[in-house]
């Protein structure tokens, strides 16, 4: 009677592992595309998104250029079951990519070839795309299985693939002559002409649908971003190894290089293949890299410096990591303990790395819940109604809108000089910071001035911040009139910031009846904060019996008079929330009493949301900290929940 093998022996089989890897990330991809909040790419996700659903429905659409052909053919069957068919349609090449990775380091004979599931699927950048509907993924699968099929001497197959490169992502094309090469070099001369099919195939259903042949070239979309985006470091890319690669892999890349060079340096292991082998693995990654970092520092070709775009070359890294890691085992040949634990060591660094730089599952920007609360908005006041102007898609996704319906929707902003010729009386424009003022080139005091527009809606984030351009990022939502009997738009502005919010008071202190010794009663109350006063009095409660939520906003205030006019001090105005040695919130205004109004009551405020908090015997405290040791006096502090008036 033959023993079977053992539980653990099954699971362990390469191929189990294998099998048992892809359907677990499988699992886990689905989960995350199904409950995350957000999906990784913004806008130009839902740009992908409306021209990959609506191909059918507009066939010229099949042809977008930005859109990516080879995307949208492959893509466009997936997108009609909604959003998450597209993101499925990603996870399933993300999945086929590991695989062939897989596969490739099987053909070189590298041991561990497994793990390349693993370096691929945890590349930060990687693992938050792979759920999400962004070219980047098809970019990479179609590389990586172009690369395995010259391995497995398929030219022909092998050189239609890189000919289709450049309609799933425009710099695909560098890999044209570098396969070219290749095939030169095995000396097989018809893979080379097929090198030319994807683009004779693509231009050929230009012509016959719009008479341009040439359209790859001359409707490129990618010029003049220049001065909306502007140029970084040449070291850009390279300093975002963590984002992109991750820790294990990029190590695991180095010591792939030095390996390709000791295996060409030999002369025990240089030969044809072993030069092909390196040429073929090594070039395509490095050069994509190395051109992205040249364009971005140049600032030119539409590069806007985003780490995504690596996420194409990552395949063909995971295999370069796999041969680094096998540089690794003569080192380990009398300890396989040591190798053993040096496996789960990167197995655990693996894994980590993707929840160390990202909050998995992905939540919405602070752009993201500003355009929600716009999009909202939208249906509930029924202004999708009338058509919308807007450059960012993610405010056509949110509010049900087909930004291709030209009586409902229409996906950019005109000219200044234009927009009152465009745009017919009750249709709405809605401005934001990041694509109203970059992309649209239109200033929003442009639009406040333009009698036929009246500003209708107005939104700013919970917390300020500063988009593309460092501006404040705000939306303005405009309607066009027939006439310039409206008010003002400076007024209406101003009136709309003032009833921003409805204050709702939880807490006032004005000193009137205290029984302090420093607090003033005879002239309506205050309160004398001495040099020997480190702390004044204030709030001092428990958080749970506020009844607060997360993401709450409150406004604290209190009025201040320095004691010495002439006073060059300051004093901290601090709102607090903490359990024994845990702060959940710590906020702090420094008041420098020289920048105050001499001899009279100055009204110092500050606003904050309200974190997670958990503890329920947590205490919120609101007090005035005098660490510099000053004299001053404090009168109306109060604490307000801030509640959105829509």
Not at 58 to 72: E, S, T
Not at 448 to 460: A, D, K, M, S, T
Not at 477 to 497: A, C, G, M, P
Request: glycine fraction near 6%; proline fraction near 4%.
């Amino acid at each position: 009677m033959t023993d079977r093998p053992g539980f653990f022996q099954y699971l362990f089989k390469e191929k189990n592992l294998v099998r048992g890897l892809l359907f677990l990330l499988l699992l886990y991809f689905s989960y995350l595309a199904v409950f995350s909040e957000s999906i990784y790419g913004y806008s130009d996700l839902y740009t992908h998104y409306f021209i990959s659903h609506y191909a059918f429905k507009y066939p010229h659409l099949f042809l977008n250029h930005w859109g990516k052909p080879l995307f949208i053919a492959l893509s466009a069957p997936f997108s009609q079951m909604g959003l998450i068919g597209l993101q499925f349609f990603n996870i399933l090449l993300s999945l086929a990519s590991a695989y062939l990775a897989f596969l490739i380091c099987k053909e070189l004979r590298l041991k561990y070839a497994w793990l390349s599931i693993l370096l691929l699927c945890s590349a930060p950048i990687y693992f938050v795309m792979a759920y999400s509907g962004m070219t980047e993924i098809l970019f990479g699968f179609v590389l990586i299985l172009a690369v395995f099929m010259f391995i497995k001497e398929k030219y022909i197959f092998t050189a239609v693939l890189v000919s289709l490169i450049p309609y799933a992502r425009t710099e695909g094309t560098v890999f044209i002559p570098l396969f070219a090469f290749a095939f030169l070099y095995k000396r097989k001369w018809l893979p080379v002409l097929f090198l030319f099919s994807g683009f004779i195939f693509y231009s050929t259903l230009g012509f016959f649908y719009n008479g341009n042949f040439l359209w790859f070239f001359n409707e490129n979309p990618y010029t003049g971003a220049y001065d909306i985006y502007g140029k970084g470091s040449l070291w850009h890319f390279t300093n975002s190894y963590a984002e992109i690669f991750g820790f294990g892999l990029t190590v695991l890349i180095l010591l792939g290089f030095i390996a390709y060079i000791l295996q060409l340096a030999s002369k025990k292991t240089r030969n044809s293949f072993s030069f092909l082998e390196a040429y073929i693995i090594l070039l395509p990654p490095l050069i994509y890299f190395a051109g992205h970092s040249f364009v971005w520092w140049k600032g030119i070709y539409g590069s806007v410096g985003l780490t995504r775009v690596m996420a194409g070359i990552i395949p063909l890294t995971a295999v370069i990591g796999v041969k680094g890691f096998n540089l690794l085992l003569p080192l380990f040949e009398k300890h396989k303990k040591a190798l053993i634990v040096l496996v789960i060591f990167l197995i655990g660094l693996l894994v980590c790395q993707p929840f160390v730089i990202y909050k998995i599952p992905l939540v919405n920007g602070p752009e993201e819940n500003v355009l929600d609360e716009v999009s909202a908005w939208i249906r509930r006041k029924k202004i999708d109604d009338h058509k919308i102007f807007c450059l960012n898609q993610y405010v056509f996704y949110k509010a049900g809108v087909n930004p291709f319906d030209d009586k409902k929707a229409f996906a950019s902003l005109p000219r200044a000089e234009q927009i009152t010729k465009i745009l017919k009386p009750g249709e709405i424009l809605i401005w934001d910071s990041h694509f109203g003022y970059n992309e649209g080139q239109l200033d929003i005091k442009t639009l406040l001035q333009n009698n036929y527009l009246e500003l209708i809606g107005f939104f700013v984030p919970e917390e300020k911040f500063n988009t593309l351009g460092n501006i404040p990022y705000e939306v303005y939502v405009f309607q066009r009139t027939s006439d310039t009997t409206h008010l003002e738009n400076t007024l209406i502005l101003k009136n709309l910031k003032e009833n921003y919010f409805t204050k709702k008071l939880i807490y006032l202190n004005t000193f009137s009846h205290s029984t302090d010794p420093n607090a003033d009663t005879t002239h309506g109350g205050c309160y004398k904060i001495i040099k020997e006063k480190e702390f004044s009095p204030g709030m001092d409660t428990l958080f749970y019996n506020l009844n607060l939520n997360k993401n709450t906003r409150v406004e604290v205030s209190v009025d201040v008079l320095p004691c010495d006019a002439n006073s060059t001090d300051s004093i901290d105005f601090v709102a607090s929330i903490y359990y024994e040695s845990k702060n959940y919130l710590y906020e702090y205004k420094t008041i420098n009493f020289n920048k105050l109004n001499k001899n009279v009551w100055n009204t110092i405020s500050n606003n904050f949301v309200i974190p997670e908090v958990h503890q329920k015997n947590a205490v919120f405290k609101v007090y005035l900290w005098n660490k510099n040791k000053t004299e001053v006096l404090m009168d109306n502090l109060n604490v307000s929940v801030l509640q959105r008036n829509l």
